[in-house]
């Protein structure tokens, strides 16, 4: 059974700053994709970025990064230049076929 | 149309009553999934299809669900005699293979 942990409820951080939420998860499988996802307050999941784990090069997306350490299991997303549209949930998910997420983290942006 | 779309937005039933949600996937895409998502928690896995075929579902769909892709296009979830504890945001997602799954804006349940 796969299981993710997102050790960080809530994180906060200043408009045009840099915040990373982190990820780690449980897999046996070896070839598989990890995503981050977005939940505004409205309730939409937006993917925000995904990563195939046969590749070493980490996914850049904009503003929206990733460090992926395949042999520790840790998958965190970084968000440069933040802006006050990133405050969200955001939900770490490798994939399983079907995707199991995270708890999630709360991301606040302080204007 | 260029996303899923699900409906209805919003379900108010009362307790014991059937509900049935749609489901409309992007078009090309062959794999249908199911989400059950409750307040502060991660979306849930019920279920999920590839083409017409349902392959796989939780131990958290009881005989109470059911969910159909008849033509391996729109799915339907149905829940019978619903109960309170079936109150949640219903989530339906589509994807092309592993590729991650497009998600719709789900259907919120309320069960009185």
């Known amino acids: 059974a796969q299981t993710v942990t997102q050790s960080q409820p809530e994180m906060s951080v200043q408009e045009a700053e840099t915040v990373t939420l982190s990820c780690t998860y449980d897999t046996s499988e070896s070839d598989y994709y990890l995503f981050w996802y977005k939940q505004p307050p409205s309730r939409q999941m937006i993917l925000v970025i995904r990563q195939e784990a046969y590749k070493q090069q980490n996914a850049t997306e904009n503003r929206f990064s990733v460090n992926f350490q395949k042999a520790a299991k840790s998958f965190s997303l970084k968000i440069s230049d933040s802006q006050l549209g990133d405050a969200a949930m955001y939900f770490c998910a490798p994939w399983g076929t079907p995707l199991v997420f995270g708890k999630g983290t709360r991301l606040s942006v302080i204007a | 149309d260029t996303g899923v779309s699900q409906d209805p937005r919003h ?19 062959n794999r249908l999934y199911w989400y059950r998502q409750t307040l502060g928690q991660g979306p849930e896995f019920l279920t999920y299809f590839q083409n017409e075929a349902q392959l796989e ?55 009185l």
């Open chain 2, 57 to 111: 579902k939780s131990r958290l769909l009881s005989d109470r669900f059911s969910a159909e892709r008849p033509k391996g296009s729109f799915s339907t979830l149905e829940i019978q005699r619903t109960e309170q504890g079936d109150s949640a945001m219903y989530l339906c997602a589509s994807s092309l293979g592993p590729q991650g799954g497009f998600f719709g804006p789900g259907t919120r349940l309320t069960v």
């Open chain 2, 11 to 29: 379900k108010i039933t009362k307790r014991g009553q059937n509900v049935t949600f749609r489901c409309d996937p992007i078009s090309e895409h």
